[in-house]
Nanobody
Framework: QVQLVESGGGLVQAGGSLRVSCAAS????????MAWFRQAPGKEREFVAA????????RYADSVKGRFTISRDYAQNTMYLQMNSLISEDTAVYYC?????????????????WGQGTQVAVSS
């Protein structure tokens, strides 16, 4: 399938910014959509943002609209999540995911490849 490796997580103060990256390798030609999900301790994994790999259309969770920006470098097989105005509720492990569907989905079941996750911690 597709191998995904996240990087760029860390500790940041509330109101600050952070960018996480996801590098894809392997059978990247099967990717149609890539997404970011996150999981806080004791909570279910939740959708953050997704992008059409070829067209660049995007979708965001309401909780991050206006603060987070998803983008991709098609030539480098890399996806990014720029996170601004961070709040404590953004603290979680952030996972990137790849899917082959035609819809920019917010469902974990629509993604077949997952990274190992990168920790983002926001201190208040």
């Amino acid at each position: 399938q597709v191998q995904l490796v996240e990087s760029g997580g860390g500790l940041v103060q509330a109101g600050g910014s952070l960018r996480v990256s996801c590098a894809a390798s392997g059978r990247t030609w099967i990717m149609n959509v890539m997404a970011w999900f996150r999981q806080a301790p004791g909570k279910e994994r939740e959708f953050v943002a997704a992008i059409s790999w070829t067209g660049g259309s995007t979708r965001y969770a309401d909780s991050v609209k206006g603060r987070f920006t998803i983008s991709r470098d098609y030539a480098q097989n890399t996806m990014y999540l720029q996170m601004n105005s961070l709040i404590s509720e953004d603290t979680a492990v952030y996972y990137c995911a790849a899917g082959s569907g035609l819809v920019i989905s917010a469902l974990t079941s629509d993604y077949h490849s997952w990274g190992q996750g990168t920790q983002v911690a926001v201190s208040s």
